[in-house]
């Protein structure tokens, strides 16, 4: 009885006999053929030139050098029995040939597991039928060869052919991609994610490796330290819970980047976590006006200026703001400006600032978009008193009666009334014929209403 294998050697096998041998599908697990030449006929055998079959197990005749038989299954194999029988030619006082038994994960690598010959190999005596037992496959192996190497005395026969199944290992993921992994060119890496995993009726500990543009640790945060591979050792066949954290490396080029962490165990299909995610061009805002604006106006006499904005790479509208002491004095003939994809095409933004009064005032213009560093600018005005206040015009039909003033004017005239140094009072739109304004402030009042100018006294 073998428990492993003698020794091991790599074959290689053209790529057009894998093709063959999976045309014709996988056994399933357990498997036993104890019958003659199999043909086409038995779903995971493939065999080249066998002979006539013997009258008894084991029946599979391999009668010239290169003859073989391959079995192609699913799932983990267990243990591996067989018949196999020396018949001499010409007498010999064992097997002088060489038969070896292979496995293969992929049908193209094969291992030895045994070899019959007569110096470093395992002997057979003629006609004597050996039943030979092997514990020790390994758990990829889903490719089973017999194969007469070389022959130079008889045939060789093989049946009872027994393969049972092996334990599956289970892994437990949850979840089998991580998406959105992003930041701006310049400030990565990108945020972690993480994803956890477990397993049972493991034979060997599982590997992740991450690829070329990720990282991956066991640690998170200030603990992130990249590691590759990372191996979680199993214990009696079990890894238990565990968290994995990745991240998109720092110092990428702008561009999308999908590619994927494998995860491997002995006896299991390599698994693949897909990580998807993006490098963007950093977000900026423009103002082809460099300076910050100043605004120079009369009294009561709104006064404008023009910025143009701009913006690329953006993720959002550009929003403009004004705050301040003095942010009431000042508006803006827009507070957002659209997207267009993902930039903002030149715009003009008219701002317009009206003072009530002599003096200086001052606001601050912010312009913002999310992901982007805003752009600030200092608004200044400047009043200095109405100049056309000192030209009473005769026109103006006015009376001052009972604390109030009334005069002619026609409806949707601005109606302007200021103390002797030309501060704004009151001001409103007129009626059409005669406006009775009351005003509370005794003394010298400059009247306006259009063009036209009168002084009155209270």
């Known amino acids: 009885m073998k428990s492993s294998t003698l020794f091991k050697k790599v074959f290689s096998i053209p790529f057009f006999l894998v093709i063959s041998i999976c045309s014709w599908g996988q056994a399933t697990l357990p498997f036993t053929y104890d019958s003659g030449n199999p043909g086409i006929s038995v779903i995971g055998l493939t065999q080249s030139g066998l002979g006539s079959d013997y009258l008894s197990s084991p029946q599979m005749k391999f009668d010239t050098a290169g003859d073989y038989l391959i079995l192609n299954f699913s799932g983990v194999p267990g243990t591996l029995s067989y018949k196999i029988k020396w018949n001499q030619g010409t007498f010999a006082p064992r097997f002088p040939g060489d038969f070896t038994v292979l496995e293969s994960s992929d ?251 002599p003096g200086a005032s001052t606001a601050t213009l912010l312009i913002s978009s999310t992901g982007a560093m805003p752009v600030t600018r200092i608004l200044t005005g400047n009043a200095s008193n109405i100049t056309d206040l000192t030209t009473p015009n005769a026109s103006l039909n006015i009376t001052v009666e009972n604390g109030s003033v009334l005069l002619t004017a026609n409806a949707g005239e601005t109606i302007g009334i200021f103390n002797s140094i030309g501060q704004l009072l009151i001001q409103k739109l007129a009626v059409d014929g005669i406006n009775t304004i009351p005003v509370s402030t005794h003394g010298v009042l400059i009247v306006k209403v259009g063009a036209k100018v009168a002084k009155v006294i209270m």
Do not use: H
Not at 220 to 232: E, K, R, Y
Not at 233 to 252: D, E, M, P, W
Not at 302 to 323: F, H, K, W, Y
């Open 107 to 357: 049908g193209v690598t094969y291992s030895i597991i045994q070899l019959y010959n007569a110096t470093n190999g395992t002997a057979l005596l003629n006609a004597v039928t050996v039943t030979d037992i092997f514990t020790s496959l390994l758990p990829t192996t889903r490719y089973l060869k017999w194969i007469y190497t070389a022959k130079s005395n008889g045939n060789i026969g093989i049946g009872a052919i027994i393969l049972t199944a092996g334990i599956n290992p289970v892994l437990n993921l949850s979840t089998n991609s991580l998406n959105g992994f992003s930041y701006i060119n310049g400030n990565g890496p990108s945020p972690e994610q993480n994803f956890t995993v477990s397993g049972n009726s493991l034979t060997g500990n599982i590997v992740f490796t991450p690829p070329t543009d990720y990282e991956i640790s066991l640690g998170t945060g200030a603990s992130f330290v990249a590691t590759n591979p990372i191996s979680l050792t199993q214990s009696n066949g079990n890894v238990f819970n565990t968290a994995i954290y990745s991240r998109l490396k720092s110092g990428l080029n702008v561009g999308t980047y999908n590619e994927n962490i494998t995860l491997s165990t002995n006896g299991a299909n390599a698994t693949l976590i897909a990580c998807n995610g993006t490098v963007t061009a950093n977000p900026t805002i423009t103002l082809t006006d460099i300076t910050d604006p100043t605004l120079n106006a009369e009294q009561g006499k709104p006064v404008t200026q023009i910025l143009n904005v701009s913006g690329v790479n953006l993720n959002a509208d550009l929003a403009l703001s004004i705050s301040g002491t003095d942010a009431g004095l000042f508006s803006l003939s827009q507070y957002s400006v659209n997207l267009s994809g993902s930039n903002v095409p030149n715009t003009p933004v008219t701002i317009t600032y009206t003072p009530l009064s």
